[in-house]
């Protein structure tokens, strides 16, 4: 079993920062692929990007060349730097656990944490 706990969410100005933590417990959490989604009112859950357990990452077009994501395997925590940020970034992000091989969809995932909000004003 592996539990996720996402933190630093808030509201930022349009052209801000925020670095998101989503901290794990498990044993078997460095063997995970970690995803990060978001989902904004009235919309489906969407694909951010992920990070292998080796380090390797991929990241939606949307995101891509402003957010990163790392990992601190000793801390059992992984990390979602975003910066230029935008106002349709707002949303709930979320961080999840599993082994997606190649696959950026929620049912790929088996753990999930509870979410923290985003908000970006314009």
């Known amino acids: 079993q592996v539990q996720l706990v996402e933190s630093g969410g808030g509201l930022v100005q349009a052209g801000g920062s925020l670095r998101l933590s989503c901290a794990a417990s498990?044993?078997?959490?460095?063997?995970?692929?970690v995803g990060w989604f978001r989902q904004a009112p009235g919309k489906e859950r969407e694909f951010v990007g992920r990070?292998?357990?080796?380090?390797?990452?991929y990241y939606a077009d949307s995101v891509k060349g402003r957010f990163t994501i790392s990992r601190d395997n000793p801390k059992n925590t992984v990390y979602l730097q975003m910066n230029s940020l935008k106002p349709e970034d707002t949303a709930v992000y979320y961080c999840?656990?599993?082994?997606?091989?190649?696959?950026?969809?929620?049912?790929?995932?088996?753990?999930w944490g509870q979410g923290t909000q985003v908000t970006v004003s314009s």
């Open positions: 990070i292998t357990w080796i380090g390797n990452t």
């Open positions: 498990g044993r078997s959490f460095i063997r995970y692929t």
């Open positions: 999840a656990a599993g082994t997606p091989l190649n696959r950026n969809y929620p049912v790929d995932y088996d753990y």
